[in-house]
Nanobody, 124 residues
Framework: QVHLVESGGGLVQAGGSLRLSCAAS????????MAWFRQAPGKEREFVSA????????SYADSVKGRFTVSRDNAKNTVYLQMNSLKAEDTAVYYC?????????????????WGQGTQVTVSS
């Protein structure tokens, strides 16, 4: 059983930056592909970014490409999401997710483990 805890959310002005962290425990972190998803009020959950177990492969939603960067530190069992040039439309609860395997996938149903989420609010 993998336990995921997100942190780093908060209130930021448009154009600002935040770095989200997701700490994992209870599993072999280095064997999991990790992803970030988000859900805004009244909207469906959407894929944001994913990273392979080694960090060698990443994937981004078109809406965040060039602004967000995903990374991981397997020694610390932590995955990060650096968010720059934030926009009001980035406001959402951000969730960390994990799946066992080598493939980087972008669909929420492919991820078995989920954190409880951290709120990101961008004021315009």
């Amino acid at each position: 059983q993998v336990h995921l805890v997100e942190s780093g959310g908060g209130l930021v002005q448009a154009g600002g930056s935040l770095r989200l962290s997701c700490a994992a425990s209870g599993g072999t972190f280095s064997t999991y592909a990790m992803a970030w998803f988000r859900q805004a009020p009244g909207k469906e959950r959407e894929f944001v970014s994913a990273i392979s177990w080694s960090g060698g492969r990443t994937s981004y939603a078109d809406s965040v490409k060039g602004r967000f960067t995903v990374s991981r530190d397997n020694a610390k069992n932590t995955v990060y999401l650096q968010m720059n040039s934030l926009k009001a439309e980035d406001t959402a609860v951000y969730y960390c997710a994990a799946r066992s395997g080598l493939v980087v996938l972008t669909t929420g149903n492919d991820y078995r483990y989920w954190g409880q989420g951290t709120q990101v609010t961008v004021s315009s």
